[in-house]
Structure formats: structure tokens, C-alpha cells
């Protein structure tokens, strides 16, 4: 039996787990993403075609080019698998990526605007889903877009919250 | 008393007079990238040069903007994880912000007119981290010797550019020499921004443990020309100087960008 995700109570919560975000991520990202969404459903798919829930995705740098990032890492929650951004921070953090799942792909872009000034920046702002592959090949819609960024490793935590149709 | 202020007065009317006939001030600008290695982090050496014709002091520069690069990784520097405040460096001065402020240092040579003298003075200056909110904001700590041992405090901030550029926007206050002679006057500036000569800590398993922060990180690729810089100098007289430069990339980062395509 799957349970739909509350939107509104996700967004309550928010600001705690970002702070708990900030933390953990200096003790184990993955350990973090794993204590979250252990006890919920990953994937809650309604009859409509709508995606609702949260994702999030512990992010490690790969490559950096100038000011641009490229990571990658695990998704844990609502579209469990894996992820592929490429971020540019600045005044506004910009990324575009590319979620993998089982069922397939979602790509689109966030936009963020960062707090904060010392190691770890959290942030918050939109992500757009723009194509996508497999069961959501025609995915669209916008979510929230929320995440912590660690200045001295350039790893980042993301978590997007809403609902996309597909 | 009254003859000794007659005495007085022509004297600084004398120290007065050559820095009061303020000419054009032209600047000079270089930049240098150490290592000069594309891909990876570095150190940005910023030096300014800035003269009037004629020999004269020049006007007290107010405001200076250093234009590089928006390619140029300074978000990304891994410089200035803390911050300090301005209240800190007053009351206790740079050796009590943490080191993971500090972003660089560098140094400044100023010129005062007394009489037909020119002193000079020269200042040690360290560039630190301020607390602002999802911006990068810079403190500037100068200290000089004498005649003005006081030390300078003044802020800047890292712009984002409309296009490809980013800046780096310095207000420089106006510091009063001698009594009834001009503010003193900057006429050379050097800045380093970047790990070199910095030194940062972090927790690794309840220990402190010493590291270099990465540096600001050159793009792969070698932007067409080289990294252009330009710098715009604002005076106290209203006028304006502005000076460019461009670093070249170095040969073998060249070669290896070619190797790529």
C-alpha cells in the first residue's frame, strides 16, 4: 500500500531539514539520505500521472570547470536512483540535471538563490522539469528546490518537493 | 603666539599648493596568475599603478572596480569559509579573525605633498571575508607606519557581471594627512587573491589539521586572446582613469586544449 506524500506538511519541515542537512553533511551525506526516506515510499505514482513527493540527491563534485560544477551522486526518496547536475554558483546558483530512475529520466533546470556566508550555503529556489526518458518521457511541471552547498568540498545536497506530471 | 601663526600659515599654504594642482591621473594595470596552469586553482596578483602629469600627487583615488572573467571559479575558491567583521578588525585588527577569512593580502604605496616634498608611505594590506548575505563581501585591512599609523578599514564586493564579466568594487576612503594638506593619495597597489600565503584549518576527526585552500580555478580552456581584465579608478577631483590587461595562457595549458579538441 503506498501513501501520497503531503506537500504542505514537507514544506513545514523544511527549514529543520536543511538544518539537519548542514549538519550530517559533514558526517556522512549518504547515511543522512538513508535515515530520511528509509521509512516512506520511494516512488508514489498516481493514476493521473503525477509524481508528488520529495527527492533528494547527495551530490559529489566530479569535475569543475571555472565557476561551473559537474556532480553526480545517489537520489534517495520519491525517485530513488541516481543524478547528474551541473551547477554554477554565484549571486544565484543555477544547475541543469538529469535525475535517473528505473523507469527512466527526468532532466530540467533549478534556480536558487544561496544564504548564508561562512562553509555551507543553503539555498532555495525552483527546479523545471523540461524532458524526460521511459515512463516519463513527457514529464513537465515545477518543483521546489532546496539544498545545502559545502564550500570546502563542493558537495551539495538538493531536495525537490512538489508535483510533476508525466 | 600671533607671529608664529603668521609663520605657520605660509608654511601650509606652501604644503598645500603642489597637491592642490592636481593634473589627469592615468593607471596602469597587471595581473599575473601563479600558477598560470588552466584547470586548476590559483592565485590572482592584481597591481595597479597610478600617476599624474607633471609629477604631481595624485588625486586621493575613491573607488576602484576590477573587472575579470565571469569563467574565473572565485565562487568556487574554497576562500573564505569564515568571515569577519568590521567590528572585530577594529577593536582587535586581522590577527583575531579566523583563518579561513582571509582571501589574501597584498600592499599599497601612498603619496602626501608637504611643501615641495613628496612623502611616500607604504601600508601592509590584508583582504578578508565579510559576513553578507549570499554575497561575497571583502574587508580591506591597511596598515601603515608612519606619519598615518592608524589603520584603514574599508569594504568591497564581488559583482556579478551583466555578460561575462564579474567585478570586484573597492570603496577606498578618504585619508586625512596633515592638517591643512590634502588626503593622502595611493599611487601603487598590489593584491593577491588566492592560497597563496594562506593557510586554512579544519576538523578531520576531532583534530585540527592544516590545509591550502584550492585557489580560484582557471577554466579548461584558454579564453580567445587570453583573460581580459580591466580596471576603472575613480578620483576625489571626479575624474576617472580607467586601464586594461589581459593574462595570457600559458603555452602548455594552450597545447593541452589543443590536444583535447
Known amino acids: 500500500m503506498t501513501r501520497p506524500l503531503q506537500i504542505g506538511a514537507r514544506h513545514h519541515r523544511l527549514p529543520r531539514a536543511i538544518a539537519t542537512l548542514a549538519i550530517l553533511l559533514t558526517t556522512s551525506a549518504v547515511l543522512m539520505s538513508t535515515e530520511s526516506f528509509a521509512a516512506e515510499p520511494d516512488v508514489t505514482a498516481r493514476a493521473a500521472h503525477t509524481l508528488n513527493g520529495t527527492a533528494t540527491a547527495n551530490l559529489h563534485l566530479v569535475k569543475a570547470e571555472g565557476s561551473q560544477l559537474f556532480e553526480e551522486g545517489p537520489v534517495s526518496g520519491t525517485l530513488a536512483g541516481s543524478a547528474s547536475a551541473a551547477l554554477t554558483t554565484g549571486a544565484v546558483f543555477t544547475a541543469s540535471f538529469t535525475i535517473h530512475t528505473h523507469s527512466g529520466s527526468i532532466t530540467g533546470h533549478g534556480r536558487a538563490t544561496p544564504h548564508g556566508s561562512g562553509r555551507y550555503q543553503s539555498f532555495s529556489g525552483s527546479f523545471l522539469a523540461t524532458s524526460g526518458s521511459g515512463r516519463y518521457a513527457h514529464v513537465s511541471g515545477r518543483a521546489g528546490l532546496y539544498g545545502v552547498f559545502d564550500r570546502r568540498t563542493d558537495s551539495v545536497v538538493i531536495q525537490t518537493t512538489g508535483t510533476l506530471t508525466y | ?261
Open chain 2, 1 to 261: 603666539m600671533r607671529r608664529a601663526r603668521h609663520l605657520l600659515a605660509p608654511l601650509l599654504a606652501c604644503a598645500c599648493l603642489p597637491a592642490t594642482a592636481h593634473a589627469a591621473q592615468s593607471a596602469k594595470l597587471h595581473v599575473s596568475f601563479s600558477p598560470n596552469r588552466l584547470g586548476h586553482g590559483t592565485t590572482v596578483d592584481i597591481s595597479a599603478k597610478i600617476t599624474a602629469s607633471g609629477g604631481y600627487v595624485p588625486s586621493p583615488l575613491t573607488q576602484l572596480q576590477v573587472s575579470y572573467p565571469s569563467d574565473l571559479g572565485f565562487d568556487i575558491s574554497g576562500l573564505g569559509l569564515a568571515t569577519c567583521s568590521q567590528a572585530i578588525l577594529e577593536i582587535f585588527g586581522p590577527l583575531h579573525c579566523p583563518a579561513d577569512s582571509y582571501m589574501g593580502q597584498g600592499n599599497a604605496l601612498a603619496e602626501l605633498s608637504f611643501g615641495p616634498e613628496i612623502i611616500q608611505e607604504t601600508a601592509e594590506v590584508a583582504i578578508l571575508r565579510a559576513p553578507q548575505e549570499g554575497q561575497v563581501a571583502l574587508l580591506f585591512y591597511a596598515n601603515a607606519g608612519t606619519p598615518v599609523s592608524e589603520p584603514i578599514i574599508f569594504s568591497g564586493m564581488l559583482i556579478p557581471g551583466p555578460a561575462h564579466d564579474e567585478s570586484i568594487e573597492i570603496n577606498v576612503p578618504l585619508v586625512p594627512s596633515l592638517p591643512a594638506a590634502p588626503d593622502i593619495a595611493i599611487v601603487q597597489l598590489h593584491a593577491t587573491l588566492g592560497p597563496h600565503g594562506l593557510t586554512y584549518y579544519e576538523h578531520i576527526h576531532g583534530k585540527l589539521v592544516a590545509y591550502k585552500p584550492k585557489g580560484i580555478l582557471l577554466p579548461r580552456r584558454c579564453p580567445p586572446g587570453g583573460f581580459a581584465f580591466s580596471a576603472t579608478f575613480a578620483f576625489q577631483d571626479g575624474s576617472h582613469a580607467l586601464a586594461h590587461t589581459v593574462v595570457p595562457c600559458h603555452p602548455e595549458g594552450k597545447h593541452r586544449r589543443n590536444r583535447n579538441i
